[in-house]
């Protein structure tokens, strides 16, 4: 994961970034943010050739030569292959303060040219000759929805849930079993003996939930997310997940409840929303150390956690302020207003560790500064006054 801060005026970005927490109408800041961010992964694919070890030297001249090819044959092509997280990811896990091992360095090296020649084929580029190169055990690929075994079978275990987003049944993140939660180990794709039908009308309910009531967040997420893993079933919790190192790619646990479900969508989505930010720029100059209570985990928290936490769940503030002013029949319940009073409080206790001891960067300044608005706005329905 990259550390290194980058000044405004250097992000791509001719603005202040004032909404990346809940857009405001028209907003495009979400889409510059990761326009830039994919400037910057332009940069790391760069440097693959540049750091791969020795035994891939075959493979890292093949890979510089294809994107050399394809900035001058077809760069569109490039960037939208880059945008997929079966690809992003891969490059983004090859940093050298990802810490990977020689070994899986060049391995990974081997899965990314194949993936890479893969996608910009489909799309019609001209490929160099990759003459001695060795294949990986498999491609996965969001540019046809496969996934292509060495011996030449092909599956598709990718099921549609919009015109952007699918469930996948295969993951390729090389940190998919990292797992920072304490009540987690990992994220294994997991169905909880589930059809993959259940999961899609489910997700497709909570994106149609998403999309009536915060149409210009719903266009961001249909932006940025790309593929939903699903790791388990569980009635009494949600345990959801992503990783900066893999914008585009969320991972859920199935629940009963669509309030649940459609919180844990935006939450992830906002998650791969800040982690493109983070990919510039730290926000907070303390972001690592020292730790602090978190209002949403039971373990110890860098500020950059907790801000992960309140940004994430402002939205979801902001989806049920939503809904109770729209009188939808679900916010006249009594536990949607429990729940919404809940999410409330935690995002005040999150604001107060956030606003009180982060020390912004010139990104994290407006960042922040959007977030204390947002947090005097639900203060002030705590206290009875006007919304």
Known sequence: MSRDAVPRSRLGIGHPITDLTIPEKGSTTAREVLSASLKKLVRDLAEVPVRAPSSARVEASVLRATVETAVKANPGALMAALRRPTISALIRCLRPLVGLSELRRDALIVELLAALRYDLSGAGVPLPAATDCRNPDRIVSLFDRSVRLASGETSSPFFDVSKNVVLAVVDNNPLAMEEAHPDKEGNAIDLGGRDPGVWCDMLRDAFDLVREHLPDLAGEIDLFVHQIVPVGFHEQRHLSASYQEAIGTIYMTLHPSLMTMTEALIHEFSHNKINALFELDEVLENAWSPLYTSPVRPDPRPLHGVLLAVH?????????????????????????????????????????VVLGNGKPTEVGKPLLAEIARWDAHYSKMEMGGSA
């Open 312 to 352: 994430a769940f402002l939205p979801v503030a902001r989806l049920y302020e939503v809904m109770t002013e729209a009188k939808h029949p679900r916010a006249l319940t009594e536990d949607f207003q429990k729940r919404f009073a809940q999410i409330r409080k935690t995002n005040r206790e999150g604001c107060e």
